[in-house]
C-alpha cells in the first residue's frame, strides 16, 4: 500500500510537470501569436500611411506640372503681345542704349511752368 501510494504521488508529480509543460507551451504560443498580430498590424498601417503620402506627394507632382504648363502658356510671345496690347503699349521703334563704358550718367530733369 505504500509503495502504491508512492507510485500514486510520482504519477501525480509527473503528471503535474505535463500540465505545467503543456500550460507552458499554450501561454508561449499565445504570447507569440500575439506579438506576430501585433506587427502584422503595425506593419499594414505604416503601408497604408505610406501609400497615403505617396498620394498626396503624386498628386502635389501633377498640381506641379499642370502649374508650370500654365505659366509657359502665359509667358508665351502671343499672350504677351495680346497683354501689351490690351494695355494700350506700342512697340519700340528706335530704341537707343547710353554709353556707360565712361561709368557715370546724368539725368537733366527740367520741369516747365506755365
Known amino acids: ?11 501525480n508529480r509527473h503528471s503535474a ?6 500550460l507552458l507551451i499554450v501561454s508561449a504560443i ?3 501569436g500575439a506579438i506576430y498580430l501585433y506587427q502584422v498590424s503595425s506593419m499594414v498601417s505604416q503601408t497604408y500611411a ?4 505617396q498620394k498626396e506627394f503624386q498628386d502635389l507632382q501633377d498640381q506641379y506640372k499642370k502649374t508650370e504648363t500654365e505659366i509657359n502658356q502665359c509667358q ?3 499672350k504677351l503681345e495680346a497683354a501689351a ?13 547710353l554709353d556707360l563704358s565712361q561709368g557715370k550718367v546724368a539725368v537733366n530733369l527740367t520741369i516747365d511752368q506755365p
Open 50 to 53: 505610406m501609400r497615403s503620402v
Open 30 to 32: 499565445f504570447v507569440l
Open 76 to 78: 508665351s510671345l502671343p
Open 1 to 11: 500500500m505504500v509503495k502504491r501510494n508512492i507510485l500514486n504521488s510520482k504519477r
Open 85 to 97: 496690347k490690351n494695355l494700350n503699349l506700342t512697340t519700340a521703334d528706335n530704341i537707343s542704349y
Open 17 to 22: 510537470g505535463k500540465i505545467s509543460i503543456h
